[in-house]
């Protein structure tokens, strides 16, 4: 059995990418990471408990003994409609948070033993990505 730590939630949104792969390498995460890579992350698990990206995580921890999942979401997410589906900024990152925090808990109820990360990255309008733990 091949074994890793971690496993990593993403939106596939092409603009994370470089800095997603660049804070794995301060993290030393991409030799002991899978990684799910979806449109708005994390959001399938409250769209359908038992969907794909549940089974992932589960695939996850079953194939490679994963113990924590690293819930990445992010600032103006197309699939949550974006910047403009909020007010504000501050107002997209607190449903950001408690979003998180409830897929968080579905995770955890669905997998004992595994601890859900919560971070998110933020967009600027020059397209600089910064990547924030939250929680
Ligand atoms: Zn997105």
């Keep these: ?5 971690h ?9 994370l990418q470089k800095a997603v792969d660049e804070w794995m390498e301060e993290n030393h995460l991409p030799d002991d990471c899978d990684m799910i890579s ?6 399938d698990v409250l769209v359908n408990p ?3 990206v549940a089974t992932q995580i589960g695939l996850s921890k ?5 113990k924590t999942v690293l819930l990445m979401h992010h600032m103006d997410c197309g699939a949550y409609g974006g910047h403009s589906a909020f007010e ?12 998180m925090k409830k897929i968080k808990e579905i995770i955890e109820s ?3 033993e595994m601890e859900v990360k919560m971070l998110l990255a933020h967009i600027d309008d ?3 990505v910064e990547i924030e733990a939250v929680g």
Excluded at 1 to 5: G, L, V
Excluded at 38 to 43: D, E, L, N, Q, S
């Design 1 to 5: 059995m091949h074994h890793c730590h």
């Design 62 to 66: 079953k194939l490679h003994d994963t």
């Design 88 to 99: 504000n900024l501050e107002a997209e990152k607190e449903f950001q948070v408690r979003e």
């Design 38 to 43: 979806v449109a708005g992350a994390g959001k």
């Design 110 to 112: 669905k997998n004992s």
């Design 7 to 15: 496993a990593l939630i993403r939106c596939m949104d092409f603009r």
């Design 50 to 52: 038992d969907g794909f």
């Design 126 to 128: 020059d397209g600089e």
